[in-house]
């Protein structure tokens, strides 16, 4: 098993510009969900998935998008990047609502100039 | 409202002694999940351990123990036998089904330990 797959692992983009970071995992996991961490916060949500084709907002949604249209993949769109959304960007997983624990990917580090 | 608080932005302890990473939490529901990861400075997350509302016993994986008092709403993470592996950033999460996200975990803004040789 790969586990939760991240890329890219670094990113920089122009102001307006679009991208899609992307995330996928082998484990047959139910739920995703997309995070970002900036310095002296903890992780906030941005956007999660209970499921192919179900998808909501977290804390932080605004200027993303998210699609779940297989089980392994769950991308996240910046539609036209701020430098406000500089951050690292953590996409997790986890088989039920009863498993203790999620398991998060490598991150992916994104500076918007 | 927070819901995850860490009071300690940063901690230092000698190598091989104990140290207790302080977690408080804020929930209504009954049913509630707690959860310690660590983040070393290479940026991944690692869960550590877990303890359900319900759970009776604290939860133990190896050095790690979780010291829950339910009535006092804290969850510290406890290490015994510190590494210099173990200097990394601690975080605590909560999951509660009231929750508008439901299983999704909100995190603590973190705790800096620093292990000494």
């Known amino acids: 098993n790969a586990g939760v797959t991240q890329t890219p692992k670094f990113q920089v983009l122009k102001t307006g510009q679009s991208m899609t970071l992307q995330c996928a995992q082998d484990?047959?996991?139910?739920?995703m969900s997309w995070y970002r961490q900036d310095p002296g916060m903890g992780l906030r949500l941005i956007h999660y998935?209970?499921?192919?084709?179900?998808?909501d907002q977290g804390e932080v949604p605004n200027g993303y998008n998210v699609s779940r249209s297989t089980t392994e993949d769950f991308p996240l769109r910046l539609l036209s990047a701020a430098p406000s959304q500089t951050s690292v960007y953590f996409c997790?997983?986890?088989?039920?609502?009863?498993?203790?624990?999620?398991?998060f990917g490598p991150g992916t580090r994104l500076l918007v100039l | 409202a927070q819901k995850i608080t860490q009071t300690q932005p940063g901690m230092f302890v000698q190598e091989k002694e104990a140290v207790t990473l302080d977690c408080t939490y804020d929930t209504s529901d009954q049913s509630y999940g707690l959860f310690w990861y660590k983040q070393p400075s290479s940026g991944e997350m690692i869960f550590l351990i877990y303890q359900g509302s319900y759970d009776e016993q604290n939860a133990t994986e190896g050095r790690y123990s979780l010291n829950f008092q339910k009535a006092r709403k804290s969850a510290n993470l406890v290490i015994s036998a510190s590494q210099l592996g173990d200097s990394a950033m601690y975080f605590c999460a909560m999951r509660e089904p009231s929750s508008g996200s439901a299983r999704q975990l909100t995190f603590g803004s973190g705790t800096q330990l620093t292990v000494l040789p």
């Open positions: 997790a997983s986890s088989y039920s609502a009863y498993q203790e624990t999620q398991y």
């Open positions: 484990m047959n996991h139910e739920y």
């Open positions: 998935s209970v499921g192919a084709g179900i998808t």
